[in-house]
């Protein structure tokens, strides 16, 4: 992993001609974050299957909503709420099969888990950073990510030169670390968490429609169905319905308190009016008119 971070870096650094890493603190820390994701998904890797991995890996929306309001304030909208359960649900249903006959080791979870946590947390951290340039900031991300794995490879060091071995390097570090990152920070930057995060569930949609080119066989009749569910709820967290009702309700509200506002305002007051003691007022006295 630390190799393909470094190559990975390196490339993008190479992309911008200038191999000059962005040090702050948020930089650093969403270095960290990286770092602990992968890793936490590496060692839960270890208790559990791909699939179950993949599965709970894809609580991650559930996790990034209600933390980026935390960090960033950016308060979760009822839509990507809703979009990614909905998503999640469906991520559940289109894995029914795997897991019927399975037992889930207690373990993995918590490593996938957590990977899941640090994965949203750097999301969070990519929408921070939106106005820092982005190629530097995940070529710095993937560096200092680097560095951290080269220092716990004496801990577990295993290294297995197979036919295949400098292809499938070149590939995770070329498309697999450099360009899906670089393509991860856009996505962050230019929208909201909540929507960027349901993104994830169109992971197993393009998955199950590359399988059905390359082979001709659907999946079960539940797998299809958790796969509508996924992508309804990508739809949801991103249509423009949902913003206009939501709008349409504030606009309201805000209408009534106007309404509200003019009514107290325009009520006829109940106080006497007060006599200015200049004015001049009539007093009959025998007869006589006279003015104080």
Known sequence: MG?????????????????RPIVNKDTVLLSILTWASSGFWILGLEYVSTSESAVLSYTMPLISIPMSSLILS??????EWAGAAVGFVGVLVYSFVVFENQTLSALGAVLTLLNAFFWAMY??????????????????????????????????????????FWFDLVYLAVLSAAASFLLWNALARLSRVGK??????????????????????LPPPVS????????????????????EKGRLDQRQHERRERLEETGNESKPSLKPAAHSDNLRRPRIDQGVSHYD
């Open 3 to 19: 190799l393909r971070y470094l190559i990975a870096s390196l490339l993008l650094f190479g992309v911008v001609r200038s191999f």
């Open 74 to 79: 950016e308060k979760g909208s009822h839509k």
């Open 123 to 164: 999301t969070i951290y990519y929408r921070k950073l939106k106005n820092q340039e982005p190629t530097k900031t995940v070529a710095t991300q993937l560096l200092f990510g680097a560095l951290l794995f080269f220092l716990i490879v004496p801990v577990d060091y295993r290294l297995e030169v197979t036919p295949s």
């Open 196 to 217: 960027t995060s349901t993104l994830i569930y169109s992971t197993p949609v393009a998955v199950t429609v590359v399988q059905y080119i390359e082979t001709s066989v």
């Open 224 to 243: 299809l169905i958790g796969i509508c569910l996924m992508i309804f709820g990508i739809y949801i967290s991103r249509c423009s319905m949902f913003e």
